[in-house]
């Protein structure tokens, strides 16, 4: 069994900032690519970030220079730093890795179940 559980979803006005957190857990033998991905109301889910295993880190064009990804791979977990968050950036953010298990030879997508983000005053 794999988990990825977020945290640090809240409340923010718009300006403000939040961390959200991601940790897998479970029968983990590597993690290459982990990221975050939002769903706003009616929208499609969007890619927002994603770094790889080395540290190489890809933005949407949106967040460019407000939001910072980085991950721990001693935790097992990804951060998203958000800065200057507008309201339309209300969205639930989902986390996303590719975990191979233990045993497996193949890696496969996991995804959290979602941290609410509100930015609104």
């Known amino acids: 069994q794999v988990q990825l559980v977020e945290s640090g979803g809240g409340l923010v006005q718009p300006g403000g900032s939040l961390r959200l957190s991601c940790a897998a857990s479970?029968?983990?033998?590597?993690?290459?690519?982990m990221g975050w991905y939002r769903q706003g109301p009616g929208k499609q889910r969007e890619l927002v970030a994603v770094?790889?295993?080395?540290?190489?880190?890809t933005y949407a064009d949106s967040v460019k220079g407000r939001f910072t990804i980085s991950r721990d791979n001693a935790k097992n977990t990804v951060y998203l730093q958000m800065n200057s968050l507008r309201p339309e950036e209300t969205a639930v953010y989902y986390c996303?890795?590719?975990?191979?298990?233990?045993?497996?030879?193949?890696?496969?997508?996991?995804w959290g179940q979602g941290t609410q983000v509100t930015v609104s005053s």
């Open positions: 479970g029968s983990i033998s590597m993690i290459n690519t």
């Open positions: 996303h890795a590719d975990i191979r298990r233990i045993g497996l030879f193949y890696e496969r997508d996991y």
């Open positions: 770094i790889t295993s080395g540290g190489t880190t």
